[in-house]
T-cell receptor, first 114, second 111 residues
Framework: DQQVKQNSPSLSVQEGRISILNCDYT??????FLWYKKYPAEGPTFLIS?????DKNEDGRFTVFLNKSAKHLSLHIVPSQPGDSAVYFC?????????????FGQGTELSVKP | SQTIHQWPATLVQPVGSPLSLECTVE??????LYWYRQAAGRGLQLLFY??????ISSEVPQNLSASRPQDRQFILSSKKLLLSDSGFYLC??????????FGQGTRLTVV
């Protein structure tokens, strides 16, 4: 049972344009959502998060949007840079109900071309 | 600040051999600890989850086990490795309402 889904395994974007990575979830108990960036042979690094009481959180070039009714979140990167090329994972947790364990999606590989 | 030490970085083991991967954390007390695995071309699969010493939750049936003998130590083990145990193993910690921090991972190849 895949509770967190990233249906696009890859995305290619031109430098300077917007990258939009999508994520869907099924568990209505999730109340905290995160995006991680991962390079090969390294551990994921935290990018940005959002709690279920918000619908938007912005940090520099990164913005996460949450649509609770659709059980959907997205990460916007603008402008995209070649250094943003990596695999991006979304993750979700139910802090108050399941102890906060993080469930990850399958990842989307972003390639930003110069 | 919180740090995670995970070793070794790479490991090649024959089928049927035992396994022990160790993860230790610093800079925090009573963290939640996790073992994840990333198989080739796949996402991050949660294997084990621990909220305290001796408390282990197994997320998927498998050939592996985990133990937490000390607050800041989390060990992943197997008595007999299978080819399908190959993958990239990641230890992570969280303090409940924050993001999880990951170690650098161990690339395990079972031959």
């Amino acid at each position: 049972d895949q509770q967190v889904k990233q249906n696009s395994p890859s995305l290619s974007v031109q430098e300077g344009r917007i990258s939009i990575l999508n994520c869907d979830y099924t568990n209505s108990m999730f109340d905290y959502f995160l995006w991680y960036k991962k390079y090969p042979a390294e551990g994921p690094t935290f990018l940005i998060s959002i709690s279920s009481i918000k619908d938007k959180n912005e940090d520099g070039r990164f913005t996460v949007f949450l649509n609770k009714s659709a059980k959907h979140l997205s990460l916007h990167i603008v402008p995209s840079q070649p250094g943003d090329s990596a695999v991006y994972f979304c993750a979700a947790s139910a802090v108050y109900n399941q102890g906060g364990k993080l469930i990850f999606g399958q990842g989307t590989e972003l390639s930003v071309k110069p | 600040s919180q740090t995670i030490h995970q070793w070794p970085a790479t490991l090649v083991q024959p089928v049927g051999s035992p396994l022990s991967l160790e993860c230790t954390v610093e800079g925090t007390s009573n963290p939640n600890l996790y073992w994840y695995r990333q198989a080739a071309g796949r996402g991050l699969q949660l294997l084990f989850y621990s909220v305290g010493i001796g408390q282990i939750s197994s997320e998927v049936p498998q050939n592996l086990s985990a133990s937490r003998p000390q607050d800041r130590q989390f060990i992943l083990s197997s008595k007999k490795l299978l080819l399908s145990d190959s993958g990239f193993y990641l230890c992570a910690l969280s303090t409940g309402m924050t993001e999880a921090f990951f170690g650098q991972g161990t690339r395990l190849t079972v031959v």
